[in-house]
């Protein structure tokens, strides 16, 4: 089961849909990249099929979101590139912590 631009009538649907193979139980790596590769392509049918239409902007975001929802979704990329740098606050010295926050006071309040 995956997004066919046959089936797209409104935004909430849409996104209903990517949220219910999110949560399917049976879903396995292979059978999830297929469904993603598959969407994307239905997506782009839907958008070049109502690109003429009067809510063509409409239909735009609707592509752009569900596009979004996927990639948030589907793919585990850290938040930021400094998501992985440093260490854990919890894992530090009592003589680590106040070095830190130091500097941090250094930083901010001069």
């Not at 409104?10 to 139980?25: G, V």
């Not at 929802?69 to 930021?80: K, R, T, V, Y």
């Not at 500097?103 to 309040?109: I, N, V, Y």
């Amino acid at each position: 089961m995956n997004l066919r631009s046959s089936q797209i009538t409104n935004e909430d649907e849409a996104y209903d849909q990517i949220l219910e193979f999110f949560h399917r139980k049976d879903r396995n790596p292979f059978l999830t990249e297929i469904w993603k590769d598959q969407t994307y392509v239905n997506l782009m049918n839907f958008l070049e099929q109502n690109l003429e239409n009067h809510v063509r902007s409409k239909n735009y975001k609707l592509v752009q979101n569900a596009i979004i929802l996927i990639l948030s979704l589907f793919h585990n990329l850290p938040p930021d590139r400094f998501n992985d740098v440093g260490r854990d606050v919890h894992s530090m010295s009592k003589q680590e912590k106040f070095n830190v926050l130091s500097m941090l006071k250094e930083e901010f309040l001069d």
